[in-house]
């Protein structure tokens, strides 16, 4: 037998051992004893002078691990961090931005709307939420939108048209552009107020 292969079964069986020491009896061969076992465990292999290089050697790998369990951990903080920071950001992005958005499912129901669709449908947010985007719009604009909304569903790419919106007995021209969401069923459509008389 090579000198790496005695060396690789002689680790092994010292971690073998350290192992047996851990696991209270009784328990299956995968079970792990408390914290205070494994440290009396590698004080007992460390208090042999048989031992006790081994002892150390696994001593120093928990203590890499250790530091580098501690890194990782420290990394996946700070990755928290700023997908909490980006996040607050895409939120702020879509409530406060000048233009009327809304999640629709695939029947146009709004799940979603930021403050510039709520100012334009008028009333309150929760009573908008599902209700029908449609039922907002002219007769002639419900199926250019429902058109509009199952060319998005067929690609990822943007589509756009426009459709007239009626709100309190006036008629108001929009842009309306729908994107299909890639991760869900859902559809975003943007309408964005067109000044005719400008």
């Known amino acids: 037998m090579s000198t790496l292969a005695l060396e690789v079964q002689r680790l092994e069986d010292l971690r073998h051992r350290a192992l047996t020491r851990l696991v209270p009896t009784g328990q299956t061969s995968g079970a792990r004893g408390t914290a205070s076992a494994a440290l009396s465990a590698l004080h007992e292999l460390a208090s042999s002078p048989v031992t006790a290089a081994e002892a150390l050697a696994v001593l120093h790998e928990l203590q890499v691990h250790q530091v580098e369990l501690e890194l990782q951990a420290e990394e996946l903080r700070h990755a928290r961090l700023e997908l909490e920071a980006t996040l607050a ?49 002219q007769a002639e604009s419900v199926p250019v939108l429902r058109q509009l909304l199952a060319k998005a569903g067929d690609s990822i790419s943007s589509s756009a048209v426009t459709a007239r919106l009626s709100l309190v007995g006036s008629l108001r021209t929009l842009f309306a552009s729908v994107t299909r969401d890639p991760l869900s069923s859902r559809f975003l459509v943007t309408l964005v107020e067109i000044d005719l008389a400008g």
Do not use: K, W
């Open 89 to 137: 950001r895409q939120i702020a992005l879509f409530e406060h931005a000048p233009f009327s958005y809304f999640i629709v499912d695939a029947a146009l129901r709004m799940v979603e709307t930021n403050q510039a669709g709520v100012r334009l449908l008028g009333g309150e947010r929760d009573a908008l939420i599902g209700c029908d985007l449609t039922s907002f719009l």
